[in-house]
Every structure is written in structure tokens, then in C-alpha cells.
T-cell receptor, first 110, second 111 residues
Framework: QKEVEQNSGPLSVPEGAIASLNCTYSDRGSQSFFWYRQYSGKSPELIMFIYSNGDKEDGRFTAQLNKASQYVSLLIRDSQPSDSATYLCAVPNSASKIIFGSGTRLSIRP | NAGVMQNPRHLVRRRGQEARLRCSPMKGHSHVYWYRQLPEEGLKFMVYLQKENIIDESGMPKERFSAEFPKEGPSILRIQQVVRGDSAAYFC?????????FGSGTRLTVV
């Protein structure tokens, strides 16, 4: 089992709809969780982090964490074409290095 | 406050040559992480360094790859005798707490 798993996509969502990105992780001891956005040919950019069970909202983005199910998700409301990118879920392991999922490619169609 | 600085942005090397990739962390950050990203793949951890110390090199290939972060100057990722399979984007990140800030990366092409 991979430490951090994501569906590679592509996930196609119409403009204005909600995009839902999912991630599962294997290390039950993980305490913090990150979502990065990576445009093609660019470096990853941190967009959300969450530590506690439940939801965390920041603008159009909501991160959801369920530690019992080892599941973290990212919701993007009112999707825009500029949201088209690869979204990377990232989880620090017990050795304090961050492990990245392989990413989900999101495409917002006008 | 400058971000994480990596250079060069693009590097072309012939098979068998050496590649040196440099990374200066954000001001005040003392932890540096190197990741490799192959085309259409995710980020793979290579090495974690603090000043003058390698903390975790579990992701480094056993041969030809080395990394350092001297007391003065940038962190260096060195690849000796490069092969075509080394062609990838190499990202450096720094941290002083939660989450990483990434540099713009070095895209290495081995011809």
C-alpha cells in the first residue's frame, strides 16, 4: 500500500461546479495534511493545510479531514478554468519528511 | 524576502558528465529537502538536510548521487556520470515549521 494515494484523474468538472479531490494515507500517526497545486511546468504551491478532524475553509477551498478513516479531501467551489492543475496531497510521515501522492489532474471545462 | 532560489533553471548534460544543482532556502529557514519529479509522475523524496548535516537520505540512489548543505552557501545536489534516466525536474524546498515552500526547480536533460 502506498503511503499517500490519490486518483490520478483526469477529473473533468464544468465551470462553476464543485470539484472534489480525495486522498487516503496509511500512517495513522500523521498529524498534519497539506494540499499543493502544481501547474504544468511549474513548482508545487501550498494552498491548504489541516490538522484537526472536520472542515477548514479558505475562500473557495475547503479541506476535510477524517482521521478515523485516514481520509483527507479538498473541495473547490465555483470552479474556474484557472483551477485546472494537478493537485497533490501531502502527509508528513513519522520521520518528519513529507510524502506526496502522485496527484490528481483537474480540468475545468468552460 | 526572497523565496527558495534554485539554479540553474535548465541544465543540459551529456551522458557521463556531472550535474550540480544549487538551492538557497528562504531566509531564516535551516531545513532543505530535495525532491525529484519524473515526467507525468509525483514528487519523490530524495534527501533532507540541515546545515552541515544529512538528516535523511533514504530516497537517494545508492550510487552517483550526493547532497550537501554547508555552513556557508547553498545546498548542492550532485549527480555524477549522468544517464538518460536522470532527466527530470529536481525541486528543492525549505521549511521552518509546517509545510514546505518550493523553489522553481531545475529541469535536467541528459542527452
Amino acid at each position: 500500500q502506498k503511503e499517500v494515494e490519490q486518483n490520478s484523474g483526469p477529473l473533468s468538472v464544468p465551470e462553476g461546479a464543485i470539484a472534489s479531490l480525495n486522498c487516503t494515507y496509511s500512517d495513522r500517526g500523521s498529524q498534519s495534511f497539506f494540499w499543493y497545486r502544481q501547474y504544468s511546468g511549474k513548482s508545487p504551491e501550498l494552498i491548504m493545510f489541516i490538522y484537526s478532524n472536520g472542515d477548514k475553509e479558505d475562500g473557495r477551498f475547503t479541506a476535510q479531514l477524517n482521521k478515523a478513516s485516514q481520509y483527507v479531501s479538498l473541495l473547490i467551489r465555483d470552479s474556474q478554468p484557472s483551477d485546472s492543475a494537478t493537485y497533490l496531497c501531502a502527509v508528513p510521515n513519522s520521520a518528519s519528511k513529507i510524502i506526496f501522492g502522485s496527484g490528481t489532474r483537474l480540468s475545468i471545462r468552460p | 524576502n526572497a523565496g527558495v532560489m534554485q539554479n540553474p533553471r535548465h541544465l543540459v548534460r551529456r551522458r557521463g558528465q556531472e550535474a550540480r544543482l544549487r538551492c538557497s532556502p528562504m531566509k531564516g529557514h535551516s531545513h532543505v529537502y530535495w525532491y525529484r519529479q519524473l515526467p507525468e509522475e509525483g514528487l519523490k523524496f530524495m534527501v533532507y538536510l540541515q546545515k552541515e548535516n544529512i538528516i535523511d537520505e533514504s530516497g537517494m540512489p545508492k550510487e552517483r548521487f550526493s547532497a550537501e548543505f554547508p555552513k556557508e552557501g547553498p545546498s548542492i545536489l550532485r549527480i555524477q556520470q549522468v544517464v538518460r534516466g536522470d532527466s527530470a525536474a529536481y525541486f528543492c524546498a525549505s521549511s521552518q515549521g509546517e509545510g514546505y515552500t518550493f523553489g522553481s526547480g531545475t529541469r535536467l536533460t541528459v542527452v
